[in-house]
């Protein structure tokens, strides 16, 4: 399996509070991603990296932003959370843009 | 705007039946199809993939069928198990531009009986 470690794997927290989830990986893959996985909604996009302090928007961004400082660790910042925001978070890696990618095992988010 | 539409949404298929998944894309742009498979509490897993140069890839019992003009591809399992029960999403990559990144469908739940 990818070394991919994803915390933490469940959070509630209140609306208007700011939530970080991290992603950590051991494999040195360029690029890393940020995705929510909603019923009826697959796997969207909320922001990818291509390399350190290279980020980029994908098709959800809006109310969340993040940050990568390491090659290893891409963080997920939520400002402020909404009830919206509540649903399962998935990093993925992969080494090119997009080959195949190596999913860690999700974050949990409720927001009350 | 879903540019990969899957369906069914679920599915129910007895122990040794065929699953079929179906899904349509809209831009003719694609150039990659994989599909990937999540077990609950797990992230997904590429299953098989495959490229609009060819109209079929067969990797053990599962079967990727592509259609260009139609603008479709379908996962068939063979011989489903019980342990192929899972959500299945089929997606489709972008040949060009910034933003390569893969697009998925909604995922179909496969229930395999014993």
């Known amino acids: 399996d990818a070394g991919i470690t994803q915390s933490p794997r469940h959070k509630v927290t209140e609306t208007g509070t700011p939530v970080t989830l991290r992603c950590h990986q051991t494999?040195?893959?360029?690029?890393m991603y940020w995705y929510r996985q909603d019923p009826g909604h697959g796997l969207r996009l909320i922001h990818y990296?291509?390399?350190?302090?290279?980020?980029d928007k994908g098709e959800v961004s809006d109310g969340y932003s993040v940050s990568r400082s390491k090659t290893e660790d891409f963080l997920l910042t939520l400002e402020s959370a909404t009830s919206s925001q509540t649903s399962v978070y998935f990093c993925a890696i992969s080494e090119s843009s997009p080959g195949e990618l190596f999913f860690g095992e999700g974050s949990r988010l409720t927001v009350l | 705007q879903q540019q990969v539409k899957q369906s069914p949404q679920s599915l129910i298929v007895q122990k040794g039946g065929i699953s079929i998944i179906n899904c349509a894309y809209e831009n003719t742009a694609f150039d990659y199809f994989p599909w990937y498979q999540q077990f609950p509490g797990k992230g997904p897993a590429l299953l098989i993939a495959i490229r609009p140069d060819v109209s079929e890839k067969k990797e053990g019992r599962f079967t990727i069928s592509f259609n260009k003009s139609a603008k479709q591809f379908s996962l068939h399992i063979m011989d489903s198990q019980p342990g192929d029960s899972a959500t299945y999403f089929c997606?489709?990559?972008?040949?060009?531009?910034?933003?390569?990144?893969?697009?998925f469908g909604s995922g179909t739940q496969l229930t395999v009986l014993p």
């Open positions: 494999e040195n893959h360029r690029y």
């Open positions: 990296s291509y390399g350190v302090k290279d980020t």
């Open positions: 997606a489709a990559r972008a040949s060009s531009g910034s933003a390569r990144q893969l697009t």
